[in-house]
Structure formats: C-alpha cells, structure tokens
T-cell receptor
Framework: NAGVTQTPKFQVLKTGQSMTLQCAQDMNHNSMYWYRQDPGMGLRLIYYSASEGTTDKGEVPNGYNVSRLNKREFSLRLESAAPSQTSVYFC???????????FGQGTRLTVV | GEDVEQSLFLSVREGDSSVINCTYTDSSSTYLYWYKQEPGAGLQLLTYIFSNMDMKQDQRLTVLLNKKDKHLSLRIADTQTGDSAIYFCAEIGSSNTGKLIFGQGTTLQVKP
C-alpha cells in the first residue's frame, strides 16, 4: 500500500537552478496539496488541486508552479530556486473536502 | 483570517499525562485534526473531532473542544517514549476546499 509517494527525498540546488518535485497517490483521491514546512512555522500551503484539471494558489505560492498531470500525479516546479526556498516539502491527498489528508514522506530541499 | 496557534514545546516524564493545547480563529471550521510527525517522516493523522462534539476519546487519546473559546486540546494518557514527536493541530479552512490550516507544531519530549 504505497499511499502518497514523493520523489526525490533529498535535493541540493544552486541558486537559479530549476527542478520539479514529483508526487503520486494511488488512493484515487480527488484533492492534492503541496505544503512546505519550516522550523517554528508549521506547514504552509503552497498550491492545491481540488480535482483533476484544477489548481489554485495557497498561502505561499510565489516562486512555484504546479501541474495536475492526471488524477494520480501533482508536481511542484521551482523555476529559479532561491535560498529562501530551502525547506521540507510535503505532498498530501484527500478523498474529498473535510476528510483525512494523507501525507508523503517529504522532500528535503536545500538551495545554496 | 484563518490562524492556528500552539505552544512550541512540552516535556513530560514517561507514564505521566501530556496535554497539548491549540487555539484557532475560524469559527466555521467543521473538522479539527491532530497530526503526529516523527523525526524524518511525514505527518500521520492521530485523531479528529467534528465541530459539534465536545469530546472524543480513542484509547490513550482524548480530544477536548471548546467552541466558545476556540480551544482544542489533545491529552495523551500514560505517555511513552514512543510518543516523542511533533504534534500539529489543524483545521479545515472556511473556503471549503479541503485545505488544512496548520499550527506551528508542539514538540513533545518524553523523559524516561
């Protein structure tokens, strides 16, 4: 039972480089989310996708783009990485509104 | 706006009870959640409470909700060293998109 799978688990980027974080879920969930976790700040929502074909900005979208490729996959792209984007990134999914969200194991990203 | 606040740290002795507190601002929240994060891992749902409930008990866990004061607490009875983790309180935002608003997280340290 894979649940929510994120790749990669760790990544180091140089300032200005781009990369895409991948997320896939095998639970047939409609909604998917990207959060970032920083010390003392909890998790902050970057982007979410309430259903296949739709995406919306969360609390901290600047510097990021997303693609809901299909129902299973939701990717997060950093076009030009900045040190302020050093964080742990979590993907999550849920069946519908107001239900339990399942989280991936996280991607630890360092931008130098 | 929506905001969730938690104290950052709690230390207890093994066998004691732990009480982790949380306050929130969105009175229209329908569900409130407690998530647990162990070191290097993603978030795992511990329990949740529907907004029309005052209390929910699940084995060693007791959740109390005071809607008037917008205060949520998680009590862990007979705390064990394996309970050492970060505990996040979360609410469903009023925009009804299923996105969770998290507190900063409370680090629970259990001393033997």
């Amino acid at each position: 039972n894979a649940g929510v799978t994120q790749t990669p688990k760790f990544q180091v980027l140089k300032t200005g480089q781009s990369m895409t974080l991948q997320c896939a879920q095998d639970m047939n969930h409609n909604s998917m989310y990207w959060y970032r976790q920083d010390p003392g700040m909890g998790l902050r929502l970057i982007y979410y996708s309430a259903s296949e074909g739709t995406t919306d900005k969360g609390e901290v979208p600047n510097g990021y783009n997303v693609s809901r490729l299909n129902k299973r996959e939701f990717s997060l792209r950093l076009e030009s990485a900045a040190p302020s984007q050093t964080s742990v990134y979590f993907c999550a999914s849920s069946d519908r509104m107001n239900t339990e969200a399942f989280f991936g194991q996280g991607t630890r990203l360092t931008v130098v | 706006g929506e905001d969730v606040e938690q104290s950052l740290f709690l230390s207890v002795r093994e066998g004691d009870s732990s009480v982790i507190n949380c306050t929130y601002t969105d009175s229209s929240s329908t569900y409130l959640y407690w998530y647990k994060q162990e070191p290097g891992a993603g978030l795992q749902l511990l329990t949740y409470i529907f907004s029309n409930m005052d209390m929910k008990q699940d084995q060693r866990l007791t959740v109390l909700l005071n809607k008037k004061d917008k205060h949520l607490s998680l009590r862990i009875a007979d705390t064990q060293t394996g309970d050492s983790a970060i505990y996040f309180c979360a609410e469903i935002g009023s925009s009804n998109t299923g996105k969770l608003i998290f507190g900063q997280g409370t680090t629970l340290q259990v001393k033997p």
